[in-house]
Structure formats: structure tokens, C-alpha cells
């Protein structure tokens, strides 16, 4: 596609369940980040792909939090457990090896009742 | 841990005028740019600029760095109300490494 898209655009899940969130990135570009974003702040990294490496799990706030891509593509964000703190925007974003600009995808607006 | 801290945190000014944000950032960066982001959602790339750089231009933005003083600008030119929207200033160490953002400045620009 021409741009990272994410999916799903919201979601709002009860307290103490998991969720899924998805990210594909451009085409061909190597490095893949996870954001998040918590009302009226700037934004939180999260975790962070750099092709076949081990991922940068720094910035993961607790074993609740998970993330996979596969084949160097598309990547996962799994929330266990969710808890209302959680409730934030997680944005992806992706560059090529090349290039500093990041290109940021839509985000998932979660919301955790 | 976030890197900036953008000044002023609300600006709001007339169609027409310009727009000055500032950032101050903590640890050594290879480059620092500047986002845009509408409504909460995705961010759009603005302007980059490397720390050899003190100056830079594009369109109606000009960005300026101080590495000795481990701060930015943003300026925008004749503003519109299109500009309204939250700035973010990011800066990067290194290669690929993640942004490590500051809160943004939000902007708004009355017609």
C-alpha cells in the first residue's frame, strides 16, 4: 500500500481482557516502531524492528505488553490483560534503512472500560 | 523517558501571523524533526534537520538548531487555519534508533 496502515482504527474492550492490534508497514522499509500515546502527551516508545535483529523491547511498560512481526512485515501488538491505563493511541510507524523520516500510521484509539 | 519539551504548550494566533514553537531536547542527537499531527492521530513528517546544521528551510517552515544549547525552532510563515493542528519536535541519536518525542505545542490558528 502507500502508506503504513493499522487496524482496527478503535477499540474499547472490558478490563482484564487481551487485545490485538495490527500494523503494516510500507513495503520494503526495514524498521518498524510502535508509539503510544496517552491524551494531550507527546509520544511513548514503545518497541522497535530492525529487520532480522532482536527487537528493542526498552520501552515495553510490562509483560503485559508484546510484540511479533512476521517475515519482516506485518507486526502485532498484543495488550494481556488490558487495565484502564492501557487506554491510549498506539501508533505504528516504519522507515527504510536509508532514510531518518518516519512515516506514522493512522493509529488504534483503545479504550479500556 | 521523553527527550523535548516544547514551548509554548497552546499557542493561538490570527490567520496571517506567524508561528514560533520551540523545543529544548536533553541527550545528544544525530537530527531532530519536526511532526505534525492532526486530531490525535497519525503524524505527518514536517522538517528534518542534522546537527551540522543550524538553519533550515522548506516551503513556509524554517527550523533552527542550537546544539550548544540543545534547542529548536519551528517557525511558520503566514499561518492559515489549515496549520491548526499540534507540532512535535523529535529528536534521534542514531541510525534507526526510535524518536523520542517531546509533548508538542498546540496550535491554533483563528480565521
Known amino acids: 500500500g502507500a502508506g503504513v496502515s493499522q487496524s482496527p482504527s478503535n477499540k474499547v474492550t472490558e478490563k482484564g481482557k487481551d487485545v490485538e492490534l495490527r500494523c503494516d508497514p510500507i513495503?520494503?522499509?526495514?524498521?518498524l516502531y510502535w508509539y503510544r500515546q496517552s491524551l494531550g502527551q507527546g509520544l511513548e516508545f514503545l518497541i522497535y524492528?530492525?529487520?532480522?535483529?532482536?527487537?528493542?523491547k526498552s520501552g515495553l511498560p510490562s509483560d503485559r505488553f508484546s510484540a511479533e512481526r512476521t517475515g519482516g512485515s506485518v507486526s502485532t501488538l498484543t495488550i494481556q490483560r488490558t487495565q484502564q491505563e492501557d487506554s491510549a493511541v498506539y501508533l505504528c510507524a516504519s522507515n527504510h534503512l536509508a532514510g531518518p523520516e518516519q512515516f506514522f500510521g493512522p493509529g488504534t484509539r483503545l479504550t479500556v472500560l | 523517558s521523553q527527550q523535548g519539551e516544547e514551548d509554548p504548550q497552546a499557542l493561538s494566533i490570527q490567520e496571517g501571523e506567524n508561528a514560533t514553537m520551540n523545543c529544548s531536547y536533553k541527550t545528544s542527537i544525530n537530527n531532530l524533526q519536526w511532526y505534525r499531527q492532526n486530531s490525535g492521530r497519525g503524524l505527518v513528517h514536517l522538517i528534518l534537520i542534522r546537527s551540522n546544521e543550524r538553519e533550515k528551510h522548506s516551503g513556509r517552515l524554517r527550523v533552527t538548531l542550537d546544539t550548544s544549547k540543545k534547542s529548536s525552532s519551528l517557525l511558520i510563515t503566514a499561518s492559515r487555519a489549515a496549520d491548526t493542528a499540534s507540532y512535535f519536535c523529535?529528536?534521534?541519536?542514531?541510525?534507526?534508533?526510535?524518536?523520542?518525542f517531546g509533548k508538542g505545542t498546540r496550535l491554533s490558528v483563528i480565521a
Open positions: 513495503s520494503g522499509h526495514t524498521a
Open positions: 523529535a529528536g534521534r541519536s542514531s541510525g534507526n534508533t526510535p524518536l523520542v
Open positions: 524492528f530492525q529487520g532480522n535483529s532482536a527487537p528493542d
